[in-house]
């Protein structure tokens, strides 16, 4: 693809997700695309087939650049670990802290990931939901098996109910706390955006690797993650 074709393909994608993350891609005409496009029709249709398409490609590229990302940390990981398991707390971090930071980096685009991620999690179109599916299917697999092998005590079902509620967990996080701020006379943080990122990413780690250490249900065992440091991952203490 020339150069001059890549760059409209990404103005078209810059200016459908920044529409999107505002107010859904269903209340999105193509006619509002492309005058912030700054293209015709055609140009759309050639890129992308359809509107359809276009949502499509536009979840794919932001999942696509986040779950590179996880991948190259597990893989920096990994090579560092010569065949031995790795600590549960690294794999974590090294899924859950591309996507926390992010999500809450201070530039435009990435403030539309927020919405664009949320409205993914609750929009009922099948093709937004394959899209997801195709681009998390390798990065899932992989951290599946790094967790297994960190946690070989542990049952693969707990793992994978433990991981859903790890996700859920984060979604929220990352969406932010304004309505529970308001609700209990909450006051807001000082922090400059940067270093609360890193704030929320250290209470959002402790959190989690407290929930993959409870104790199994039924038996009231709990689980073989003593390799876990609950006072630091990769160097940053936590709370």
């Not at 249900?217 to 160097?235: D, E, L, Q, W, Y």
């Amino acid at each position: 693809m020339s150069s001059q074709r890549t760059s409209t393909r990404n103005t078209i994608l810059d200016a459908a997700e920044q529409l999107f993350a505002v107010q859904g891609h269903d209340n999105t005409s193509m006619r509002q695309i492309t005058s912030a496009a700054s293209v015709n029709l055609s140009s759309v249709n050639y890129h992308f087939g359809s509107k359809d398409g276009l949502v499509q490609a536009v979840f794919q590229r932001r999942l696509r650049a986040l779950n590179d990302e996880r991948l190259a940390l597990l893989n920096e990981l990994e090579n560092n670990a010569k065949g031995e398991a790795l600590k549960p707390s690294h794999v974590l971090e090294a899924f859950f802290s591309p996507l926390v930071l992010h999500a809450c980096s201070p530039g435009p685009d990435e403030r539309a990931f927020v919405p664009l991620l949320e409205r993914s999690m609750s929009d009922p179109g099948g093709f937004i939901r394959a899209a997801i599916i195709d681009e998390h299917s390798e990065v899932f697999s992989r951290f599946r098996q790094a967790l297994l092998k960190s946690l070989p005590d542990v049952p693969e079902d707990e793992i994978i109910w433990r991981f859903h509620f790890m996700l859920g967990a984060t979604s929220y996080a990352i969406s932010g706390a304004e309505a529970l701020r308001s609700a209990m006379d909450w006051p807001h943080p000082q922090q400059k955006e940067a270093e609360s990122a890193q704030v929320l990413l250290q209470r959002l780690m402790s959190f989690l690797l407290g929930g993959l250490r409870a104790p199994l249900p039924n038996s009231g065992a709990v689980p073989a993650c003593n390799n876990i440091n609950p006072t630091a991952t990769n160097g940053r203490s936590l709370p």
